[in-house]
């Protein structure tokens, strides 16, 4: 996999990324007086393991102690899967069907059974609380003691904070699989057309995309993740987040595309593009709303820089809405952190102190949405410079609406 959209060298995750990653893991365990982490969340599989595309009907555990080898406890029907896609092991497999009970028959014993193995003496166990639901949380207590469980949210969110080359470079592979879901997509655009069918075309060009990534891969899909946002007229595309339905397209409206999944190796995206629908001008308060829309990204674009806080990029795009006479226009923050989870640390808005580091993946997507006139949106993704930023979503690309 050492194609490139961008004409330059990529790399794809290695076991020696995924073993930086345990190291900046450790430290910041170490820091934080952590014993041993017991994972649920998949997008910690996949950025300390490689594990993708596991069903998500049963928990999967991903630990890691301060000393020691990581492994998966997991259940017996998801064991193959990890096996044949990454070489962290399977140290306990969990079974949930046999009668008489014998151990282990849940999740929470074999966890409990694994650690006592391979961090004995461990006092403190982070748990990735934002991924664990609460009665899942509530059976990990149970099993290893109330008093030993520590959120480590914040703990993986500083880890996972600068993107590594490899990171980036499948954010990269996502940027390209973006571009041929919008062209596929304005392909699909049409007076009378119904909305699933533009999302269609999106879908297929994007499983097609990355199938070509995968090139044959056995052990991985290229099945596209996440729902398909997408609104038209006046009174969808105003919604920032309506999803592709039965309401067929007309002559002179807008549509709002939205690629904001993760279309390869689970990996998030930002490319969110208006376009008009026919051959019509578009109206004078829509063609504003595009305008403004544009305006605002821009300015919030041109103020990006390692050493600026994401508050006062929120308010560069802010204040383009607002000179221009509308106050509640925005429905949601200027972006986002790009990675595994989607959203990912941290965010864009009002406010907020985080300061930009180089290295930093981002979407900047403020809109702009009128109640009964419509919306829009430019999003794009882009790595933060010391200087600036690197644009790895083609920032020309549907720029220029008719």
Same mark, same amino acid.
Request: net charge negative.
């Given at each position: 996999? =050492?194609? =490139?959209?961008? =004409?330059?060298?990529?790399?794809?995750?290695?076991?020696?990324?995924?073993? =930086?990653?345990?190291?900046? +893991?450790?430290?910041?365990?170490?820091?934080?007086?952590?014993?041993?982490? +017991? @994972?649920?969340?998949?997008?910690? #599989?996949?950025?300390?393991?490689?594990?993708?595309?596991?069903?998500?009907?049963?928990?999967?555990?991903?630990?890691? *102690?301060?000393?020691?080898?990581?492994?998966?406890?997991?259940?017996?029907?998801?064991?193959?899967?990890?096996?044949?896609?990454?070489?962290? *092991?399977?140290?306990?497999?969990?079974?949930?069907?046999?009668?008489?009970?014998?151990?282990?028959?849940?999740?929470?014993? %074999?966890?409990?059974?694994?650690?006592?193995?391979?961090?004995?003496?461990?006092?403190?166990?982070?748990?990735?609380? &934002?991924?664990?639901?609460?009665?899942?949380?509530?059976?990990?207590?149970?099993?290893?003691?109330? /008093?030993?469980?520590?959120?480590?949210?914040?703990? @993986?969110?500083?880890?996972?904070?600068?993107? &590594? %080359?490899?990171?980036?470079?499948?954010?990269?592979?996502?940027?390209?699989?973006?571009?041929? !879901?919008?062209?596929?997509?304005?392909?699909?655009?049409?007076?009378?057309?119904?909305?699933?069918?533009?999302?269609?075309?999106?879908?297929?060009?994007?499983?097609?995309?990355?199938?070509?990534?995968?090139?044959?891969?056995?052990? #991985?899909?290229?099945?596209?993740?996440?729902?398909?946002?997408?609104?038209?007229?006046?009174?969808?595309?105003?919604?920032?987040?309506?999803?592709?339905?039965?309401?067929?397209?007309?002559?002179?409206?807008?549509? !709002?595309?939205?690629?904001?999944?993760?279309?390869?190796?689970?990996?998030?995206?930002?490319? &969110?593009?208006?376009? !008009?629908?026919?051959?019509?001008?578009?109206?004078?308060?829509?063609?504003?709303?595009?305008?403004? %829309?544009?305006?605002?990204?821009?300015?919030?674009?041109?103020?990006?820089?390692?050493?600026?806080?994401?508050?006062?990029? #929120?308010?560069?795009?802010?204040?383009?809405?607002?000179?221009?006479?509308?106050?509640?226009?925005?429905?949601?923050?200027?972006?986002?952190?790009?990675?595994?989870?989607? *959203?990912?640390?941290?965010?864009?808005?009002?406010? &907020?102190?985080?300061?930009?580091?180089?290295?930093?993946?981002?979407?900047?997507?403020?809109?702009?949405?009128?109640?009964?006139?419509?919306?829009?949106?430019?999003?794009?993704?882009?790595?933060?410079?010391?200087?600036?930023? /690197? *644009?790895?979503?083609?920032?020309?690309?549907?720029?220029?609406?008719?």
């Amino acid at each position: 996999m =050492n194609e =490139n959209p961008a =004409n330059s060298q990529l790399t794809f995750p290695s076991e020696a990324d995924y073993g =930086n990653r345990v190291a900046r +893991a450790r430290i910041a365990m170490k820091q934080d007086g952590i014993d041993v982490l +017991a @994972l649920s969340s998949f997008d910690n #599989h996949r950025f300390f393991a490689g594990l993708d595309g596991i069903a998500t009907v049963r928990p999967v555990w991903f630990v890691l *102690p301060q000393d020691g080898a990581a492994a998966f406890v997991s259940p017996r029907i998801e064991a193959p899967e990890i096996r044949a896609q990454c070489r962290v *092991p399977v140290a306990v497999e969990w079974v949930e069907w046999e009668e008489p009970a014998r151990p282990p028959m849940s999740f929470s014993a %074999a966890l409990a059974d694994h650690i006592g193995k391979c961090a004995p003496q461990a006092r403190t166990i982070g748990v990735d609380f &934002d991924a664990t639901s609460a009665r899942n949380l509530d059976l990990v207590r149970d099993a290893l003691g109330t /008093e030993r469980i520590r959120d480590v949210t914040t703990l @993986l969110r500083e880890v996972r904070r600068r993107k &590594d %080359a490899a990171t980036i470079d499948v954010v990269r592979r996502c940027a390209d699989i973006a571009a041929c !879901q919008f062209k596929a997509s304005c392909e699909a655009v049409a007076p009378g057309v119904p909305e699933w069918e533009v999302a269609l075309a999106s879908r297929t060009a994007a499983m097609r995309r990355a199938a070509e990534w995968w090139k044959g891969d056995e052990d #991985h899909s290229p099945l596209l993740q996440g729902i398909h946002v997408m609104g038209g007229g006046s009174i969808r595309s105003a919604r920032a987040h309506a999803v592709a339905a039965g309401r067929p397209m007309r002559e002179g409206e807008i549509l !709002q595309l939205c690629y904001c999944g993760r279309p390869f190796f689970g990996h998030g995206i930002c490319f &969110d593009r208006p376009v !008009q629908v026919g051959t019509t001008g578009l109206p004078a308060e829509v063609r504003k709303i595009v305008d403004v %829309a544009r305006e605002a990204q821009e300015a919030a674009l041109a103020k990006v820089r390692a050493g600026v806080t994401t508050g006062e990029v #929120h308010a560069a795009a802010v204040a383009v809405i607002g000179r221009h006479g509308w106050d509640r226009a925005m429905q949601h923050r200027t972006g986002r952190g790009i990675g595994l989870s989607d *959203p990912e640390w941290p965010e864009i808005k009002a406010n &907020d102190p985080t300061v930009l580091e180089a290295g930093m993946l981002l979407g900047i997507e403020p809109g702009v949405y009128v109640d009964g006139v419509g919306g829009a949106r430019f999003g794009d993704t882009i790595l933060v410079t010391d200087t600036g930023y /690197e *644009p790895l979503t083609p920032l020309a690309l549907g720029r220029e609406v008719e």
